[in-house]
DNA sequence: CACGCTATCAACGCTGTGTCGACTGAACCA
DNA sequence: TGGTTCAGTCGACACAGCGTTGATAGCGTG
């Protein structure tokens, strides 16, 4: 087995198991045995557990932007389509929902990966907020809210809201509704009175 | 001093560390030691950091209940007075940041601290969730989001956007504002169109 | 064939947690 | 007054997990 195929076994290792149980639940120890190593070696690979996490998410992330770069909405668009953009999202976090829920806990302890979210929240939020401020601008939707701060809490809730949805954390809304009621609550939020 | 005093000390001299770093930055010993007490004392106390800071939550969640009791939205009022409510929210909390941000945190992985979030969201929600179904029956509201649904996205938000906010976590929303955009979203989530 | 590079791990030291057993002193009787 | 109880205290231990060091083994390549 080579180089390549063991730092792959750590990360499919990981991905698996994170999608039982939480990251601090898993100790370096599980992931080297499972990638068929031992400790010592699964630092030639990477720094920490937080490592492995950040490469996971970097793959979600590109995920994200890839399926989502097809359905963003676009500024110049008469009506832009909100709806398959948050799709995307529950989508694809759903289709990684351990390492979504290990990275919304972990970037409160790891600086690198709260970077890396908050590099791509910040790129999502400029996004939508420049589409916001178009509609404003052609008074399809009412000033009144800065379109940034309104984009920012929004994007912010759709990220704890599919958190919760996830590890069903009460109160939560039902994984099959939850694209439909964050959808509907961004339309009434953005274009509402 | 007194057993009651100790068990005083140690959660002052929490509550204080909690406004510098973050829980696991803060050692049992840390605790013991500002306490004037040596770390085998400390379990004579509490069962763990996290029975500290459930202690701590307990009181903040208290405070925000008391304080809402006054202003929170009847079902019955004409035209409930969301902006008070939030307001509560934001006072009490970000008077307690520490404690709250490290709730946020610590629910992830213990037990406990996640029951008494889960029960404090899930009495909200369901008041909220009351009042936006009153308001449904009465018109003045639009039909078309589950009110339960809704109170749960919306109470997630502030969950999130406040932590965001005290966490200084990019994106968020500056701490003078965000009580103010927090309403401004609701009423247009509850109200809009 | 020797040099360097990849890959590996036994063994170590460290930090932090939680427990056990023994000790102290004050209050409360008998 | 002298024993008993009990809240309060801690030294010392065992343990889990992290990260590092240093030594080793194999493989390719000039």
Redesign the interface.
Known sequence: MSGDDRERAILAAAEAMLAQR?L?EISIDDLAGAAGISRPTFYFYFASKDAVLLQLLDRVIAEVDRRGAAVIPDTSAASPDFANAINVFVEVFAEHRGVTVAT??A???SPAI?ELW?IS??RW?DHVAEVIAAEQERGAAPR???PH??S??????N???LS?TF?R?????PTD?VGA??H??W???????
């Open positions: 939480t601090d919304v806990a970037r409160l302890s709260q908050s929240m910040q939020v009144g809210i800065d701060h309104l920012t809490v929004l994007n912010t809730m990220e704890q809201v919760a590890t954390t009460v109160p939560f809304v509704e009621i964050l509907a609550t339309r009434r939020a953005i274009y509402g009175r």
